[in-house]
């Protein structure tokens, strides 16, 4: 198969081609500023004979993969796609032109600036595998205020496309450097939803991954999965999607990490209280084979 398939036809986790297909819409912020799209409204002046009058949306489709579970936008951006959606992410005009679309996005904006609480519960349920201090490297860590063992950590490596100013005692390095650094404890939390191809990004951060390295991956453990366990449905069900283009089940976190060499130590299932919202993380702590 394609490795970088733009419409996807295999399964981004496990690589399956067995995939339910349902439609849906990409959300109008997301396809403005991916695509240039803007909601537009088909009236009687436009003079098309065939098409019923009303609003236009940009179509997508909804993918479950029927081996792992995995739900996912058929979509899958490209490099430049994706630096355009996240570009100056969260600055004013991207908050603007945000809320222009999503009145109710002006609310949560200041819950993004602290360091979110349930954190110290996923430190305690790392802490056996680790020593007292370990040395951390935050995959896609932003400014470190979410880092892992912030208070107590040998070492904290941020890699982040962002370039955002950093927390005391965080320090940002390339893959360089990432090659020549001995880590306790490799983690990615809250990003593999977002990207097109998360299992190429896992293989990406293999070489900081030694035999006794431990890798901690974080993602959303969401609402939709979690009211259907185990279904192989949801395809018809996810009607829109947005920044979180990848829902991921439990399976399909295993099978993906599989296919690049590691395999599941633990898996934590962690509600939490976000400030405006409650919700659900799924870690799952890895090592190499």
């Not at 001995?182 to 293999?206: K, T």
Request: hydrophobic share 40%.
């Amino acid at each position: 198969m394609v490795s970088h398939e733009l419409i996807a036809r295999h399964c981004i986790c496990c690589d399956g081609d067995q995939l339910q297909r349902s439609p849906a819409v990409l959300m109008p912020f997301v396809a403005l500023r991916v695509f240039g799209h803007e909601p537009v409204e088909i009236t009687a002046d436009w003079g098309l004979r065939d098409l019923r009058q009303g609003m236009a949306y940009t179509l997508c489709n909804s993918l479950q993969c029927q081996e792992c579970g995995g739900l996912f936008l058929d979509y899958r951006f490209t490099d430049e796609q994706m630096a355009a959606l996240y570009h100056n992410y969260r600055d004013e005009l991207y908050n603007t032109q945000r809320t222009l679309f999503e009145p109710g996005y002006a609310n949560v904006l200041g819950h993004y600036h602290q360091r979110a609480a349930y954190l110290d519960e996923v430190e305690q349920w790392l802490a056996p595998h680790l020593p007292e201090a370990p040395a951390v490297l935050d995959w896609g860590g932003d400014s470190g205020i979410n880092s892992l063992f912030l208070a107590r950590n040998r070492l904290l490596h941020i890699h982040d496309i962002s370039g955002v100013e950093l927390v005391a005692g965080a320090e940002r390095v390339d893959l360089q450097r990432i090659g020549q650094t001995h880590y306790d404890l490799v983690c990615c939390s809250q990003v593999l939803e977002h990207v097109s191809f998360p299992r190429q990004l896992v293989e990406r951060m293999l070489p900081a991954i030694s035999t006794d390295t431990l890798l901690y991956l974080e993602v959303p453990h969401e609402a939709l999965v979690r009211e259907h366990p185990g279904s192989l449905e949801l395809a018809p069900l996810k009607r829109h999607w947005h920044e979180h283009v990848n829902f991921f089940t439990d399976t399909a976190m295993r099978r993906l990490l599989q296919r690049v060499g590691l395999e599941v130590v633990d898996i934590l299932r962690l509600p939490v209280e976000l400030g405006w919202t409650r919700s659900e993380v799924l870690g799952v702590l890895a090592r190499r084979v």
